[in-house]
């Protein structure tokens, strides 16, 4: 980023730091680094100590937190030269072979060994006692999802009402039940003795959920299927859909209670799962043959997807408006909002927007609920 000093000359400043980790987080996964958000969070928190001065500091604040795998390396260090080049943060880059000697510690052992007295050794603490509503779905284990499984099918989803075409008895009705006022008077000798009355019934909403399957959203996709299991076992009127190069519905394999059949029969059935994606034309396909012929009208739908797309935005907004119009509610939920900085740019995001209802969070069990409530609001 680069301004003038009071004499005219032009001078280069840091940008602040959330917005300098969001865009070199953001270049990470243009070049095809999963990013989940806890690591974007952990990375500005870094920075924040680290500060920008030094380039080589900065290079293993995001190497520690960003990078997960050594296979991603290089990738990690090209994508590093080639941002902070670009935007002139102010330091020259330096790369040494082998980091500062550093010792891990936790928050809940015993704190009274001490080190040899170098000043090289620096101490990283983290905290063992993180809540599991607040943690990345990215970063869960096996066991944390077998314990998020349990918390999402507590999870009571209950769609708002609407009015039915379907009228039902009531005290205080609004028009006369001459049908049910005449049975009971034939158990009275004939004599009407109070007249019936009937008032409009209330119907639940349908719930569409339809979940972005593609590589990108992998992370998140083997949590959130969980997520669309629990609401499709708990309560009758929901469909689910998955979203990648083509639309594939999930409703009958998500039925089973058995959590890890009902899922390994879905991902059986979803053929491009963890691969491309075309969301507008997937979308388009879910209102030709399922949304505008009915399966939409009247519901709440809710997109679970970060919005990377490689079709055509216009398709895009497109398609967005058609389904706007015929549901009551569009809630898109996006792993990626919680990310410092974020702003939905990407072309399939940046597209949806304007049709959006509701654009929520969806990276930790916290997000989750938070959906619950907006679903049934």
């Not at 004499?7 to 989940?36: K, Q, Y």
């Not at 399922?290 to 399966?295: E, H, K, P, Y």
């Not at 398709?315 to 009551?328: D, G, P, V």
């Not at 072309?347 to 654009?359: N, Q, T, V």
């Amino acid at each position: 980023m680069t301004v003038s000093t009071p004499d005219g000359s032009p001078s280069t400043v840091p940008p602040p730091v959330e917005r300098l980790a969001a865009g070199f987080v953001h270049c990470l996964r243009t070049g095809g680094l999963v990013v989940p958000v806890g690591m974007t969070l952990r990375f500005t928190e870094a920075l924040d100590a680290v500060g920008l001065d030094d380039g080589n500091d900065v290079y293993w604040a995001g190497r520690a937190t960003l990078v997960s795998r050594p296979e991603d390396i290089a990738m990690y260090d090209a994508m590093f030269l080639a941002f902070f080049h670009k935007n002139g943060v102010g330091f020259k880059v330096r790369f040494e072979d082998e980091p500062d000697t550093t010792s891990v510690a936790t928050d809940d052992g015993d704190d009274s060994g001490e080190n040899d007295g170098s000043d090289d050794v620096e101490a990283l603490r983290y905290s063992a006692s993180e809540t599991l509503g607040e943690k990345d779905f990215a970063e869960f284990t096996k066991a944390e999802l077998a314990e998020a499984q349990s918390v999402m099918s507590k999870m009571r989803l209950h769609p708002s009402q609407r009015r039915s075409r379907r009228r039902t008895p009531n005290r205080r009705g609004d028009r006369q039940d001459l049908r049910r006022t005449v049975q009971a008077a034939m158990r009275t000798a004939g004599e009407p003795l109070g007249l019936r009355r009937t008032s409009a019934g209330k119907k639940t909403r349908r719930l569409v959920l339809l979940l972005d399957v593609s590589g990108s959203m992998e992370p998140y996709a083997r949590v959130l299927i969980r997520f669309a299991h629990a609401a499709v076992v708990g309560r009758g009127r929901v469909e689910v859909f998955g979203l990648g190069t083509r639309l594939t519905r999930m409703t009958r394999q998500l039925a089973s209670h058995d959590v890890d059949e009902a899922i390994a029969a879905a991902a059986e059935e979803v053929v491009d799962w963890s691969g491309g994606t075309r969301l507008g034309e997937a979308i388009g396909r879910f209102n030709d043959e399922w949304g505008v012929r009915g399966m939409a009208r009247g519901a709440i739908v809710v997109v679970l997807s970060d919005g990377w797309d490689r079709g055509d935005p216009e398709q895009m907004s497109t398609e967005m408006e058609r389904l706007q119009r015929t549901a009551h509610k569009v809630i898109w939920v996006n792993p990626l909002k919680a990310s410092p900085g974020y702003e939905p740019i990407a072309r399939g995001m940046a597209a949806a927007m304007p049709h959006i209802d509701l654009f929520l969070e969806g990276h930790c069990l916290d997000s989750l609920s938070t959906l619950a409530d907006s679903i049934g609001a």
